[in-house]
């Protein structure tokens, strides 16, 4: 065997004992937790950020040793902290819990309120994405699944238009930059569910979008209802 051939097998060897990876914000919201274990149950190393201990409580049930909290606030600093500590990733979930919004009619609410919605529902997202950019491109086949909401995609709903419409512009930046990350090899889907919705049938989707059996999918806003 010629040295090169040796050498190009001894690299796939390595990448073959590669744990798959994925990292779940927000991982302690009932859809966080049913996403952290059907991931762990696929074997894979999980990520799950929280903000407080009453959330890190929720997640020790799950005793596994593919299992890593890790302590996040919602800002920058925290998010390239992440990259430090993340050195392979194959898979990004966006999860927000909405009852952090606060619901208002739009002639009671407040500039900094739309603000805020857009800032967690919309920038961050996009910066997770942009800061682990160049470490999605090392997958072998990478995936970015933003969780969004129904109430993006039919009008919104009373005294929650902040929420509605920062979900509806998530939706498009799924659609429109998904084409050119798909030239890198990482495709990025948004879910869309209705709030009745049980969070088993949301993770299911969740995780068929991160697997190969929806290597065909890219950029699409998929509702999910009863």
Same mark, same amino acid.
């Given at each position: 065997? %010629?040295?090169?051939?040796?050498? $190009? ?11 798959? &990876? ?5 991982? @302690? ?9 059907? $991931? ?11 903000? %407080? ?63 805020? &919605? $857009? ?12 800061? $682990?950019?160049?470490?999605? =491109?090392?997958?072998? &086949? ?35 930059? @998904? ?18 919705? =049980?969070?088993?049938?949301? &993770? ?5 979008? @991160? ?16």
């Amino acid at each position: 065997m %010629n040295i090169q051939l040796k050498n $190009f097998w001894t690299i796939v060897e390595k990448m073959s004992k590669i744990k798959s &990876s994925v990292l779940i914000t927000n991982a @302690s919201n009932m859809i966080g937790l049913s996403c952290t274990e059907i $991931f762990l149950k696929n074997n894979y190393k999980v990520y799950c950020l929280i903000s %407080n201990s009453k959330q890190k409580n929720k997640l020790k049930s799950f005793q596994s040793q593919n299992l890593k909290i890790l302590n996040f606030s919602h800002n920058k600093k925290s998010i390239k902290l992440l990259k430090k500590k993340i050195k392979h990733l194959d898979c990004i979930i966006y999860n927000f819990d909405n009852s952090l919004n606060k619901k208002t009619s739009f002639q009671k609410s407040k500039i900094n309120q739309w603000k805020k &919605s $857009f800032e967690i529902n919309f920038f961050q997202p996009i910066e997770l994405v942009h800061v $682990f950019y160049s470490v999605l =491109k090392k997958s072998r &086949s990478a995936s970015v699944i933003n969780i969004s909401s129904l109430l993006s995609s039919f009008g919104g709903h009373p005294n929650m238009y902040q929420y509605g419409i920062a979900k509806l512009a998530l939706d498009n930046f799924t659609k429109y930059v @998904s084409k050119e990350m798909i030239e890198n090899k990482i495709r990025m889907n948004s879910v869309l569910p209705d709030n009745s919705v =049980k969070p088993e049938k949301i &993770s299911d989707i969740v995780y068929w979008l @991160s697997s190969r059996d929806s290597s065909y999918v890219c950029g699409a806003n998929i509702e999910i209802n009863n």
